[in-house]
């Protein structure tokens, strides 16, 4: 069954914060952050370029915009991380997302933004995998929100988000095989 409009904003429902952080929840986010590159590529192989330029929803992003929006969230992303573990809890720099989406590279083909996510995703696994306990619990500051996001916190996140627009994708992309 195809998702309406509403379910297609939170495909895999909103983000909520773990309440706790198994080695086993985290192992699973982390092959979720590992594995995104490829699902992404696989999801979209044989698209043209009308079919990228279809939005995931009324009102939404159009699929190219969900590519090129994860690799600039991913790389703002692991810039925040790398904050955390060099710096004592900094407050992080926002962007705005929605005006970033309507930037001229946006309209480019999809593969340079893939292959700064297959780049990104190589950096995290490797630095997720090397993190101590106390680096999971470094922390830094998110100033909209005035939240203190622990790196626990930012690989769920992270990973959650990762799914949420793969989702996107490939919701959008069973709507194609219906019509076909």
């Known amino acids: 069954m195809l998702m309406t409009d509403e379910q297609m904003k939170y495909p895999i429902g909103k983000f909520a914060p773990p309440a706790s952080y198994t080695s086993e929840d985290m192992r699973g986010w982390i092959d979720?952050?590992?594995?995104?590159?490829?699902?992404?590529?696989?999801?979209?192989?044989?698209?043209?370029?009308?079919?990228?330029d279809t939005p995931y929803r009324?009102?939404?992003?159009?699929?190219?915009?969900?590519?090129h929006h994860l690799a600039d969230s991913h790389?703002?992303?692991?810039?925040r991380f790398k904050l955390a573990l060099t710096e004592n809890n900094p407050v992080i720099k926002?962007?705005?997302e929605a005006d970033w989406?309507?930037?001229?590279?946006?309209?480019l083909p999809v593969e340079s933004s893939l292959k700064m996510l297959e780049g990104i995703h190589?950096?995290?696994v490797a630095l997720f995998e090397s993190f101590t306990e106390n680096?999971?619990?470094?922390?830094f500051v998110h100033p909209a929100s005035g939240d203190i996001v622990s790196l626990k916190k930012g690989l769920a996140l992270y990973a959650w988000h990762s799914n949420h627009h793969l989702a996107h994708v490939t919701e959008t992309?069973?709507?194609f095989m219906v019509r076909s």
């Open 32 to 52: 979720d952050i590992a594995t995104l590159p490829g699902k992404l590529r696989h999801a979209i192989t044989g698209l043209n370029y009308q079919e990228l």
């Open 58 to 67: 009324t009102g939404g992003w159009t699929l190219r915009q969900v590519i």
């Open 75 to 79: 790389m703002n992303s692991i810039t």
């Open 94 to 96: 926002p962007y705005e």
């Open 101 to 107: 989406a309507l930037l001229p590279d946006y309209r």
């Open 122 to 124: 190589i950096h995290f």
């Open 135 to 139: 680096e999971w619990a470094r922390t």
């Open 173 to 175: 992309v069973k709507k």
